[in-house]
């Protein structure tokens, strides 16, 4: 009967367990387009009783997993050295408006979106799509865009991992310029003002020129030894792409030792996940807590923390202000992946998902603005102890966390200590990250190959990990940085996801229809949420999502790094990792339209606007994967 054959999808049940199932199975029957609920007389006749062995899919052990395991993920480095950086490029306390604006308009639906529907159907970001089968491109463009990402995501964890270790001496090691790293032109930041300079016109141009060792240099050409322990010891980076040069092997066992962590902190499924987050989740805000103490007390903190906050208005009527907002809400909320649908699919069918949503969203948003005052208040140190303004010292990505901050600490007593805590942040705050990221992928591919993959799933992670470590050392080689900076560019940028999340959202409000999925929300969580984000999944969502992709593409620019052009064959290497994930949506639906029979109507409602409802997929859903245990297990 189908009240026996469907599952309730909570997932429990023990790691290898002999389920006892009453399979429906039309005998001799074709199927048609209708689906007909069968009743408990007629289903009678045709049933038999299949021993199967089903392997625990998993779910979470308790509420509080979920929320600090989605938490964990929404809260990555983007939180930390983005948010802040593009409330001071974007006018200050300005930015919030469009932020917040976005964050309601297309942030928060989507949010609510992916976790409702990975908790409805209770499956990964690739079987979703039998809600609306032409667009299961979308589960894979996000697998694909989830290789990608786990393969350049972690290169950052690498870097901290390495400055962590470099930290724990006596004394930090890029302080001073004696080391065999360091060039005649190196000079603390702190000690220029004790250099002997002056003006001298040189091709005609004024020019300021210091004495240093005896040597004159052009102040222009002075590097100081943050930049040259990041640039020269770190990275030993190449004059180019054209110049991959060698493994950087003490970069290649960081790497290493984070993929291990990541493969530990999945391997078991989402039980063991959920008591990882419990630290990973929690432990950064203790030291962000920890840091902003520090920082607050610091010379020059409220210039910093003025900077950051002081509101710019005539910033908003730059477009660019507005672009900057919706790619960070959508990178920080983790949307697009298929992250959080495999997360929200390990829940009971009847969790609260709405509730469950907005907490998570109210945390991520908050963290970013705490996680501002914690940076801005030691760049403004920075600014008074370097005598500069505060716009020179501000930086974003990798230059904040590698180059701003270890600047900062060499001012502050105990140095090795909060450069320890502060890398130690960004690997648990990436880390977290990651892991939820991979586990969405792997989530994906095992739901969608069950039968093959959930016995072995211990050893397809291994593989996983493994195969992207190996790609990922071309990203910590000498001329790895630009790699880097390519898949940063192209392969996990912006327009990609737009493009993922626009068809996401078409795909259930306009094509299953947005009534229909309200009503599968309201058998989750008895009632039906405010109507607002019907109108936000219907309108505002694919609005911006379009809106947005075309600025991009009309004021994309070649990328480049610092002064480095790139080559045309590297950016032409850079559109195909992009185009990579992107064009699986429409080849898919070219592909399946094609061998989908019938005429136009049959085909849409077959593969376009199925006709079942929420409960009658899940039972057509558990039907067919019972089928498929049939028949691998006589296989």
């Not at 491109?137 to 865009?145: D, F």
């Not at 409220?302 to 959508?330: C, R």
Request: proline share 4%; hydrophobic share 45%.
């Amino acid at each position: 009967m189908y009240s026996n054959c469907a599952s309730d999808g909570d997932g429990e049940g023990d790691s290898h367990k002999i389920e006892s199932i009453e399979m429906c199975k039309d005998l001799g029957q074709s199927p048609t387009l209708q689906p007909q609920r069968t009743t408990n007389t007629d289903s009678s006749n045709k049933q038999q009783l299949v021993q199967i062995l089903l392997p625990e899919r998993g779910s979470w052990s308790s509420k509080l997993d979920f929320i600090l395991s989605v938490v964990g993920l929404a809260i990555g480095l983007g939180n930390v050295w983005r948010f802040p950086y593009l409330c001071y490029k974007n006018g200050g306390g300005a930015f919030i408006l469009p932020y917040i604006l976005t964050l309601f308009l297309a942030g928060i639906p989507m949010f609510f979106m992916e976790l409702a529907l990975g908790q409805m159907l209770t499956i990964g970001g690739l079987g979703v799509f039998k809600i609306a089968p032409i667009f299961k491109g979308i589960g894979y463009a996000a697998a694909v865009m989830s290789c990608w990402m786990n393969v350049y995501y972690i290169v950052i964890l690498a870097w901290a991992v390495f400055y962590f270790f470099m930290s724990m001496r006596t004394d930090v090691p890029w302080r001073t310029c004696n080391n065999w790293w360091n060039t005649v032109n190196c000079v603390n930041q702190y000690e220029r003002k004790n250099l002997l300079c002056w003006e001298k016109v040189l091709n005609g141009t004024a020019k300021k020129v210091c004495s240093v060792a005896a040597v004159n240099i052009t102040s222009s050409d002075l590097t100081d030894p943050v930049k040259e322990f990041w640039e020269r010891r770190t990275l030993q980076i190449s004059h180019g792409i054209e110049e991959i040069g060698n493994i950087r092997w003490e970069l290649a066992g960081t790497l290493l030792l984070v993929w291990i962590l990541c493969y530990f902190c999945i391997w078991k499924g989402v039980k063991w996940t959920g008591k990882v987050v419990y630290f990973t989740a929690l432990f950064p805000y203790v030291l962000l807590t920890v840091l902003l103490i520090r920082g607050i007390t610091l010379p020059g903190a409220m210039e910093g923390i003025k900077f950051y906050i002081i509101p710019n208005f005539s910033k908003l009527t730059h477009s660019e202000v507005w672009i900057d907002a919706v790619t960070q809400i959508f990178f920080s909320y983790g949307l697009g992946l298929g992250t959080l649908v495999a997360l929200g699919s390990y829940n009971k069918f009847t969790n609260n998902v709405y509730k469950d949503a907005l907490i998570v969203c109210t945390v991520n948003s908050s963290t970013s603005m705490f996680a501002g005052f914690v940076i801005f208040s030691v760049i403004g140190f920075m600014a008074h102890e370097q005598q500069r303004p505060v716009a020179e010292v501000a930086a974003s990505g990798p230059g904040l966390a590698f180059l701003v901050y270890p600047s900062a600490v060499l001012q502050l007593p105990g140095s090795p200590m909060w450069s320890c805590l502060f890398f130690f942040m960004l690997l648990l705050i990436g880390l977290d990250s990651q892991f939820c990221t991979m586990e969405g992928f792997i989530t994906a591919i095992i739901d969608e190959w069950p039968q093959l993959l959930r016995k072995r799933k211990e050893i397809f992670i291994a593989i996983v990990c493994a195969l992207s470590y190996l790609v990922g050392l071309t990203c910590i080689s000498q001329g790895g940085m630009y790699i880097f900076q390519i898949l940063d560019s192209y392969a996990v940028s912006g327009f990609c996801l737009l493009w993922l999340i626009f068809f996401e959202c078409v795909s259930i409000s306009w094509c299953y229809g947005v009534d229909r999925f309200y009503d599968g929300i309201k058998d989750m969580i008895g009632y039906y949420p405010t109507v607002w984000w019907k109108f936000c999944w219907c309108v505002t969502t694919p609005a911006i999502c379009v809106g947005v992709f075309f600025f991009n593409i009309v004021q994309w620019t070649p990328v480049k790094y610092l002064d480095y052009s790139y080559p045309w064959w590297a950016h032409a290497f850079g559109w195909f990792t992009a185009l990579s994930s992107m064009l699986y949506i429409p080849a898919y639906m070219f592909w399946l339209w094609k061998r989908t029979p019938g005429d136009l109507c049959q085909k849409i409602r077959a593969i376009v606007r199925i006709d079942e409802d929420v409960s009658l997929l899940r039972e057509k859903m558990q039907r067919e994967a019972y089928a498929k245990e049939i028949q691998f297990n006589s296989i």
